[in-house]
């Protein structure tokens, strides 16, 4: 069994900074891809960056050049530095695992909230 735990949402104004953190445990296949989604009220989840374990990164447009995601040393970690937050920022983040690029994540953390006040 796979669980995936995640800390670090919170409030934050307009311009500020956030890191979001993930750890998985349990059985992991050696080569995976961690990162984030998120949801916004009304809207579909939607990928907001990931990272293979050779170090491959994907981004959304509306993050790249603020948001950086990041894997620990044990590679069953994951980060989101998240800088310049913006309102629209605002949604339940979502750490994920899948076995590759192409994959739909097999494993969700319970999500972590993050608010961004004008």
């Known amino acids: 069994q796979v669980q995936l735990v995640e800390s670090g949402g919170g409030l934050v104004q307009a311009g500020g900074s956030l890191r979001l953190s993930c750890a998985a445990s349990?059985?992991?296949?050696?080569?995976?891809?961690m990162g984030w989604y998120r949801q916004a009220p009304g809207k579909q989840r939607e990928l907001v960056a990931h990272?293979?374990?050779?170090?491959?990164?994907t981004y959304a447009d509306s993050v790249k050049g603020r948001f950086t995601v990041s894997r620990g040393n044990a590679e069953n970690t994951v980060y989101l530095q998240m800088n310049s937050l913006k309102p629209d920022d605002t949604a339940v983040y979502y750490c994920?695992?899948?076995?590759?690029?192409?994959?739909?994540?097999?494993?969700w953390g319970q999500g972590t909230q993050v608010t961004v006040s004008s």
């Open positions: 990272m293979t374990t050779s170090g491959t990164t």
């Open positions: 994920a695992l899948a076995a590759s690029i192409l994959s739909t994540p097999l494993y």
């Open positions: 349990g059985a992991i296949f050696s080569r995976n891809v």
